[in-house]
């Protein structure tokens, strides 16, 4: 299995570790016509804003969105939780526009309220250590996303389908359970996908 990396700006090589940690290959994206190789692709945390720019910089904003829709499976993390979101709350559009979720930016507060917490993640354990950075967190999900986890009744991950998304940062951890959940997907997805 092929695991892309956005790798624009953000978290890269701490997430390009974890898909290696857990079995597949990773490959750090720079270029639009790396999409094509690859069977996942992970959107790190950073800065959403920052990465926005870049994205349409280097012409990535079609080519992700064309990933999305073609059933490959995208998990975002933090700043790439905000890329996916269909609306982001209090501005006008959005980025990719790929999951039905609204997400509220920065809703932990600043950098200097960044924390950890113990969370119980569904079909991925009970104790998971999640890191939030400047995080943003689920306003509202769709009927069809499945909520996997809150944070003091605030939705901090769930899935939509073939997308992936946590407000926190776990590739800044050991924990390998939620990228290998992310590859059971993709293996799913690919699975669906060879049988179009």
Do not use: W
């Not at 994206?29 to 804003?49: F, M, W």
């Amino acid at each position: 299995m092929k695991i892309g990396v956005l790798a624009l700006q953000g978290a890269v090589a701490e997430h390009a570790r974890t898909v290696e940690a857990v079995g597949a290959e990773a490959v750090l994206v720079k270029h639009v016509e790396q999409l094509a190789d690859l069977d996942g692709l992970i959107l790190p945390g950073g800065e959403s804003t920052a990465m926005r720019r870049l994205i349409d910089r280097y012409d990535f904003l079609e080519p992700l969105r064309a990933f999305g829709e073609s059933g490959k499976p995208i998990f975002g993390t933090c700043a790439g939780m905000i890329l996916l979101a269909k609306q982001i709350h209090n501005q006008a559009s959005s980025h990719l526009g790929l999951m039905d979720v609204t997400v509220e930016r920065n809703a932990f507060g600043r950098q200097v309220d960044s924390f950890e917490a113990d969370l119980a993640i569904k079909d991925v354990g009970e104790d998971f250590p999640a890191v939030f950075i400047r995080a943003p967190y689920i306003l509202e999900a769709g009927d069809g996303v499945e909520i996997l986890s809150e944070n003091t009744g605030r939705i901090v991950a769930a899935r939509d389908r073939h997308y992936l998304a946590t407000a926190f940062h776990p590739e800044l951890t050991e924990d390998t359970r939620l990228m290998s959940y992310f590859l059971r997907m993709v293996e799913e997805a690919a699975g669906k996908v060879a049988h179009r």
